[in-house]
């Protein structure tokens, strides 16, 4: 659950979000500290939260999203690219403007993800690097990102599969500290 961080890292209150939506304090406090599902709440309640934070309804969503993890989101990028192919992923990426989107919201291994993926089908498919997202690339995750299968593989079998992993990761995502081996299923 992001709302929290991204209040926190925008310095804003529960108080000031709850005051400027003329939402009840506890109302509030409970999504913010996931207590109450945002999605059990009158969509008027949410409208008013999101306008407050100057979000659209599904920006907040996204933020209160409980069952969001980083390693569903690899996965679901990567089954997409399959899905559609890599030249319509691009599309989608580009046209949707998703790295924009997560980026908004202050997700941010979410948006280097996705530039990393855009980066990678690009110079895999021969077209010209995105130039419109310079000033994101100049950042990266202060740690490595290691696929939770790697994390799962030290711990079990004591090997170092994150040595082997990074020995093996895509450039492009290594560039935000994010390990990634494998996009494309054969």
């Known amino acids: 659950m992001y709302i929290k961080q991204y209040l926190e890292d925008n310095s804003i209150s ?3 979000v709850a005051n ?5 304090y506890p109302t509030v406090f409970n999504i913010v500290n996931g207590k109450v599902d945002i999605l059990n709440c009158a969509l008027g309640v949410v409208k008013k939260i999101a306008d407050a934070l100057n979000l659209t309804i599904d920006e907040l969503l996204t933020l209160c999203d409980k069952n969001h993890s980083f390693n569903l989101f690899r996965s679901e990028q990567c089954h997409l690219v399959n ?3 890599e030249i319509d992923y691009v599309i989608d990426l580009l ?3 998703k790295i924009d989107y997560y980026w908004k919201l ?3 291994a979410e ?3 996705l530039l990393a993926m855009l980066d990678y089908l690009s110079k895999r498919n021969d077209l010209p690097k995105c130039t419109e997202y310079e000033n994101i690339r100049r950042y990266k ?3 490595p990102v290691f696929p ?3 994390e799962l593989s030290e711990m079990l079998l004591g090997k170092d599969a994150q040595q082997e992993a990074l020995n093996h990761a895509i450039p492009e995502f290594l560039d935000f500290n994010i390990v990634e081996c494998e996009i494309i299923n054969g």
Do not use: C, N, Q
Request: hydrophobic share 40%; charged share 40%; no cysteine.
């Open 148 to 150: 939770a299968d790697t």
């Open 95 to 97: 046209e949707k403007k």
């Open 14 to 16: 529960i108080y000031k």
């Open 20 to 24: 400027s939506a003329l939402v009840a």
């Open 141 to 143: 995750l202060e740690k």
């Open 111 to 113: 948006a280097f993800y």
């Open 106 to 108: 202050d997700m941010k």
């Open 83 to 85: 899905r559609i192919g």
